[in-house]
């Protein structure tokens, strides 16, 4: 048993009030769709709203740049510039540039490594493998205007054909 300075069995912590957050004005929130940056009008009452969670990178992902990229493509996606539909990534055996089969048995021995072995290219929408999409580029045409992950495939495709 732990004594304070008193004598006496310290007292348990008192919980501490929640704050409701509310923030002012409208708010348009930005976020990711098929990798492509997309701004929606979301309510004040919306309850993650609410609290402030503090997550890595968060200085980086609320700079002025990021935030005026993010403008920028979703700006582009509002005129009708889309990335491809993406493929569900756990329902995909193979890959699509080598089509070599996702469950190596002798490297990848549980759940998690296999779908870190697995990325999607960010311009025609495939699951490949991480050795096939080695390659980043901006995707202008579908509205991504940073450097992203991009097959093989798509890398090599001439740019007439994009």
Not at 16 to 34: A, K, N, Y
Not at 62 to 72: D, K, M, T, V, W
Not at 118 to 143: E, I, M, N, T
Request: a positive charge; glycine letters at 8%.
């Amino acid at each position: 048993m732990c004594l304070n300075d008193s004598g006496r069995e310290p007292s348990p912590l008192k919980s501490v009030p929640q704050i409701r957050l509310v923030p002012p004005g409208r708010l348009l929130h930005l976020g990711r769709h098929c990798g492509a940056r997309r701004a929606w009008w979301i309510r004040r009452s919306h309850p993650a709203l609410h609290r402030i969670q503090v997550h890595l990178g968060v200085g980086q992902d609320h700079s002025g740049a990021s935030y005026r990229e993010g403008l920028q493509e979703a700006l582009l996606g509002a005129h009708g510039m889309r990335p491809q539909p993406w493929a569900p990534v756990d329902q995909v055996a193979v890959c699509a540039c080598c089509t070599t089969d996702f469950i190596w048995s002798t490297v990848l021995r549980s759940q998690p490594h296999k779908m870190a072995a697995r990325c999607r290219c960010h311009s025609c929408g495939a699951v490949v493998c991480d050795g096939c999409a080695q390659q980043k580029q901006a995707l202008p045409q579908v509205g991504i205007l940073r450097e992203v992950r991009v097959c093989d495939r798509c890398f090599l495709r001439p740019k007439s054909l994009k």
